[in-house]
Structures are given as structure tokens and as C-alpha cells.
């Protein structure tokens, strides 16, 4: 299948051009300059007058100030400007230089649209109602001369109202481009600020869109996940859209329980149970919301397309706002905030509950948690039996241990007897292994005692939402039947990293990567722990090609020109950009093997097995020695020094 094909059977058959180049005429906002006005109104008084109002017949050479904020006044000159050249000072120099500058760009994407057949508008400022049915819209980051913050914005509110009146259209690809530096992080601001999914979205600087192939390379893979794309962005949209439906009918529902109900419950089961009725109806509110939600079938309908995703080819990467700790922190933890909220329950602590040292407490030697800063605790005890003031004498705590996230440290594997994040001491992330066979009991006044706001040594870290806490305590009564829970997402380290050649004298080489271009990527940890996944961003494939094509491989170690030769083929470079390198052991203490999928090979099913790889990589620590380089192996291939984004 031609590319061309395959762009159009992604629907990418229509497109717009936003950019500012293409207005008809400048705006008061880009004429700054006060001299070149000044000159204008001294020098186009008595006849030459006649010449401005010819153009503009309202022309006032004492109301210049109000001219000068004046489009229409300002339209009529740029359409005359031609006549009256010797009366503007330059006045739209700046503006017409801009013109001739972009113009070569613009001219560059215009060849990407054309040689893909797909028909294309081109518009200024005034863009919403073209872009509206655009199946790809290539978008300038500052609609405006200024280049700033006023203009960034201009461009996020219109592409935002665009999406917004689509309505049964798919959402459209974008494609982002900008002269300024610093490009990748202001997409990055871009893309969250429009609401895009990074596998729709792809920016470019202006310099490099008359690279060959560079704008048809970001459309093909625009094309490549066009429909995943749009059906993740689809349920995301239908979620939200029917979340907020719920939310109105659970209000409609809720608003039948009124406050002689809330007595009742309150006098036949709260004050036996000992619980307020804050705490208890907060908790009925959440399971009807979830219940209306989980009445709209539009959402689950959306939900099934997902299990429809391509395989291959596999999507780029992009890692600059990646972070799937958070979002599993989300499905493991109750929200801090209500947590807080007080209960009535008799004790302190509930069921779920993580218990650890107090920030910037000295931790006694003699103490609850033995001088040990890894110590945590996991309320174990049932909640209605933490509840009621007749219940327990004793709490069951769970010892647990906190281990730094470190790829270079072994013991990431996922149990069942591991919390796979928890952030502490603000910002800091760590896995728990809970030790089943270390039980402790705590009495209710001894944790009032050690909870104390001013003098306690010890502190609520999060709790556990239910299905994780149960599935914690069924450990201490069975490994069989345990409760299911949702299965943790794979975990994930942004990284950056320098790229060496081994040399047949010994020791390694830097390659030279463009200025301005920093590799970039995402570290992949799967449940198991055993291999990891490198990744490098998309926003470097086509540097990063660039590279490896032109090396020169004469002074390269003979036992690692096969890796370079293998490097060399396009298909192999798009793997690492898309399925990246594979099967790399951790921990990563020092250097590991890495290497690209085999093509056409079946892989294994499950992450207990390591992947098959064609090997042409060596992944470094970047808190290796110095020496590990200098005396790396003659077959290490290419050689990749990674720095973890804690080290960043």
C-alpha cells in the first residue's frame, strides 16, 4: 500500500493551514512602531491628505490616536500601500519581512499536503469556521507578530472552540509548528491546554519543515493511529460528557433522602456503629454516582472500541508529560482530602490505613518504628470493628518495608504481596513489601499517643482504597481465593540520554547530536520487574535518523558494526521509536544488553520470559564509573549512558 493510500484510509483527506502569514491584512496589534506613525499623520497633511482619504475617507490627521487602533483604517493602507510607499516610513516593514520569511515554510507544507493529494484551505487568524470540518489541521503556535503569551493563547482558544463545535466529527489531527526555541516543551503546554491525546498531536520547528520527508513523516504517523486515536479520544469524551449526566441524576436521586431520613439513620444504625453521618452519606453518594455511570451505555459501547487497538504498528512515544504513577496511585489510594475527614469512628485509624514515621520527626531508636526510616505499617483490622467503642482492644498491623524506585536496585517485581507506589516526604516514590510473616498489635491509646498532632511520632501516609486493602488482608488468611483488584499499570521513568560508539582501540566515542536536540525517552517497568522496555521519544526520530544513517563506522569495534549495519536499515530505526529497545535486565547496576523486536517472530505471551531481540544496543547507567565507558565491550553495539529522570 502507497503512503499516499494509507493516509487516505486513515480519513486524512481534507486539511487547513493556520498561519498568521496567510492574513490579508496586519493588525493594530502588530504596527508598533510610533515613529513610523508619527512620520505617517506629520507627513499626510493638507494635499497629502487627499491621497489617505482617497483610501479612507474618514481620514482625520488629528485623530491619530484613534486611527492607530483602527483595523479598517489599517486595512485601507495595506491595500494602498502600493500608492503611497513614500508617505509610510516603513510602517509595515516589520510585517512584510515577516511575510517573506514564513513564506518558504509555509510553501513546505504546502508540498507535504500536495503530494499526498489531500486538498487543503489556507487561513490567517480568522480560522475557526474553516478548520471546523478539517480532518488535519496544521496550526501556527503564535497567531501573531508578537510571538508571546497574548498570541499562544489566541491559538488555544480558537483551536479549542474548532474542537468544540465538531460535534459528530471525528476529532482532527494536529500538527503544531513553530520558529521559536524551546519547541518540545511548549507543545507539551499546548496539547494539555487544547485537551489532545499525544497520539493525534505532533509539532515541528519551521526550519525543519523543508527537510525532506519530515512533514510527510509526521502525517504518516498521524495516519498510522488515526482511528485508535480518535476512539480513545471518543471514550474519553463520552465519559466525561455522561459522568456529568450521572452526577445530575444521582442528585435527583440522593434528593429523595431527606433530613427526618438522615435522622432515622442516624438514630437505628449510626450511633450504634458509632459513625457520623457525614462520613457514612459521603460514602453512599460515592457508590450511586458510580452506579449512574455505570448505568450509561454509550460509555461502555465507547469502552469496547479499546479493545479493538492495533498491535503494529506500534505507537511513537512521547514522554514529556508521561507519568503513569500518578494515575495508579489514583486507582490505589483514597484522596488525601478525604482521608482527613473525620469519621466518629472510636479510633484513629482505619482499615487500609499506612502508617509511617513523622516528617521531620527524629525517629527514636526505642521507638514504634526502631529507628528505621523504611518501616511502614498496614491497618489490617476490619473497619466496623474500628468503628464501634466496644470493639477492638487491639489493632493488627502488617509491617511493610519502603524500597526506593530504582531501576538500578533489584526487587521491582509486582506481588501480590507489594504496594507498587506510595509518594512520601512530598515527592518522593517508593514500592512497599509487606512481610506477612511480621504481625504487630497496637492498643487505642497507645496510637492516640503516637498520632498526637504536637508530640507524636508517627503519621497516616495514605490508605488504601478497598479492593487493594482487602486483597492485602486476604494474605494474612489464604494465598488461595484471594479478592481480585485492578491490575497495576506498567511503571514508567522519563530518562534522557548520551549516545556513544565502542572503538576498535577501546573505549567509547560520543556521536554528535544536532544542537538543540536532547534524546529523550521513556523507561517501561512491566509487572514483574525482571526486563525493562527503552523508548525514545518521537520528537527525536528524525534527528535521531539523521544520525544513525550518516555515522561513519570505519573506526567502529568490528565485533559491533553488525548492530550499526542493523541500526541502519529505516524499519529497524522506526523500532525504536515505536517498540524500543527490548529486554534489557534489570537491575540496571551497571550496562545491560538491549535490542530491537525480531521482525516476524512470534513473541512471548507473558513478562516472565524475556522478549526475542535482534541485540544492538548497551544500556549504561548514568551513575555508572567513568571507567565502565572506557572499558566498554567491543560487541556492546550502540551505546546508550541513560540518566533516570530523578537524576535529571
Known amino acids: 500500500m502507497s503512503d499516499k493510500q494509507r493516509v487516505l484510509d486513515a480519513g486524512i483527506r481534507s486539511a487547513i493551514i493556520v498561519d498568521d502569514g496567510y492574513d490579508e491584512a496586519p493588525q493594530v496589534v502588530e504596527l508598533l512602531d510610533e515613529g513610523a506613525w508619527d512620520s505617517l499623520f506629520d507627513d499626510a497633511q493638507g494635499a497629502e491628505a487627499v491621497r489617505i482619504e482617497a483610501l479612507f475617507p474618514d481620514y482625520q490627521p488629528e485623530d491619530r490616536e484613534e486611527l492607530k487602533s483602527n483595523q479598517e483604517f489599517i486595512d485601507a493602507l495595506w491595500q494602498g500601500r502600493d500608492a503611497i510607499r513614500d508617505l509610510l516610513s516603513g510602517l509595515f516593514d516589520v510585517y512584510e519581512q515577516k511575510i517573506r520569511d514564513n513564506r518558504p515554510f509555509l510553501e513546505a507544507a ?19 469556521e474553516a478548520a471546523v470540518n478539517a480532518d488535519l489541521i496544521v496550526i501556527d503556535l503564535f497567531l501573531g507578530i508578537q510571538q508571546g503569551e497574548r498570541d499562544r493563547q489566541f491559538t488555544v482558544e480558537h483551536l479549542k472552540e474548532v474542537i468544540k463545535r465538531r460535534e459528530d466529527v471525528p476529532l482532527p489531527s494536529i500538527v503544531l509548528m513553530s520558529q521559536v526555541p524551546g519547541i518540545d516543551d511548549l507543545a507539551r503546554d499546548f496539547r494539555q491546554d487544547v485537551q489532545l491525546h499525544a497520539s493525534a498531536f505532533r509539532h515541528i520547528r519551521k526550519n525543519d ?11 504518516l504517523t498521524l495516519a498510522s493511529h488515526r482511528s485508535d486515536s480518535q476512539a480513545l479520544a471518543t471514550f474519553v469524551e463520552t465519559w466525561e460528557d455522561k459522568a456529568i449526566e450521572a452526577v445530575h441524576a444521582a442528585a435527583g436521586t440522593l434528593r429523595k433522602i431527606d433530613i427526618d431520613d438522615l435522622q432515622h439513620i442516624r438514630s437505628m444504625l449510626l450511633r450504634f456503629e458509632g459513625l457520623n453521618t457525614s462520613s ?7 457508590r450511586v454516582l458510580q452506579y449512574e455511570i455505570e448505568s450509561h451505555g454509550a460509555v461502555l459501547d465507547a469502552a469496547l472500541r479499546l479493545d479493538e487497538m492495533a498491535d503494529d504498528p506500534a505507537p511513537l512515544m512521547i514522554s514529556n508529560d508521561r507519568d503513569t504513577y500518578t494515575v495508579l496511585e489514583q486507582t490505589l489510594f483514597v484522596n488525601p482530602k478525604r482521608r482527613t475527614h473525620a469519621t466518629g469512628a472510636e479510633w484513629p485509624i482505619a482499615f487500609g490505613d499506612i502508617l509511617g514515621p513523622r516528617p521531620g520527626n ?22 466496623c470493628d474500628l468503628i464501634r467503642k466496644d470493639g477492638l482492644v487491639t489493632a493488627l498491623l502488617v509491617a511493610g518495608s519502603l524500597k526506593n524506585i530504582d531501576m538500578a536496585k533489584p526487587g521491582l517485581a509486582v506481588t501480590a504481596k507489594t504496594t507498587p507506589v506510595i509518594t512520601m516526604n512530598g515527592n518522593q516514590r517508593f514500592q512497599i513489601d509487606w512481610n506477612f510473616g511480621d504481625l504487630r498489635t497496637i492498643s487505642l491509646d ?17 490508605r488504601l482504597r478497598e479492593g487493594p486493602a482487602l486483597s492485602l488482608r486476604q494474605q494474612l488468611l489464604s494465598n488461595v481465593g484471594r479478592v481480585g483488584e485492578l491490575a497495576p499499570l506498567p511503571r514508567s521513568w522519563r530518562f534522557r540520554a548520551d549516545l556513544y560508539l565502542p572503538l576498535q582501540e577501546g573505549g567509547a566515542q560520543p556521536i554528535t547530536i544536532p544542537d538543540g536536540v536532547v534524546i529523550t525517552g521513556n523507561v517501561l517497568i512491566p509487572r514483574r520487574g525482571k526486563f525493562a522496555t527503552l523508548i525514545i521519544d518521537s520528537n527525536c526520530e528524525a534527528d535521531l535518523t539523521e544520525v544513525l544513517l550518516g555515522l561513519d563506522l570505519d ?25 524500543g529497545f527490548q529486554g534489557v535486565d534489570l537491575p540496571l547496576s551497571m550496562s545491560r544488553t538491549a535490542g530491537l523486536l525480531k521482525l516476524g517472530e512470534e513473541q512471548p505471551e507473558t513478562d516472565e520470559k524475556k522478549p526475542k531481540i535482534d541485540k544492538v544496543a548497551t544500556i549504561v547507567n548514568g551513575d555508572a564509573d567513568e571507567d565502565l565507558l572506557a572499558n566498554i565491550e567491543p560487541n556492546a553495539g550502540l551505546v546508550l549512558q541513560v540518566y533516570l529522570e530523578s537524576d535529571m
Open 209 to 219: 519543515l523543508s527537510q525532506p520527508g519530515r512533514m510527510k513523516g509526521l502525517i
Open 555 to 579: 573506526n567502529v569495534a568490528n565485533r559491533s558494526k553488525a548492530s550499526f549495519e542493523t541500526l541502519k536499515e529505516q524499519s529497524r530505526i522506526r523500532q525504536i521509536f515505536r517498540s
Open 110 to 128: 504546502e508540498a507535504a499536503l500536495n503530494a499526498f493529494e489531500i486538498k487543503f484551505e489556507t487561513c490567517g487568524r480568522d480560522f475557526v
Open 280 to 286: 457514612y452519606m459521603l460514602d453512599v453518594f460515592d
Open 446 to 462: 497507645q496510637v492516640k499517643r503516637l498520632l498526637h498532632l504536637d508530640r507524636g511520632d508517627m503519621s497516616i501516609v495514605a
Open 362 to 383: 527524629p525517629i527514636k531508636r526505642r521507638g514504634f518504628f526502631s529507628g528505621r526510616d523504611d518501616l511502614v505499617f498496614f491497618v489490617a483490622s476490619p473497619e
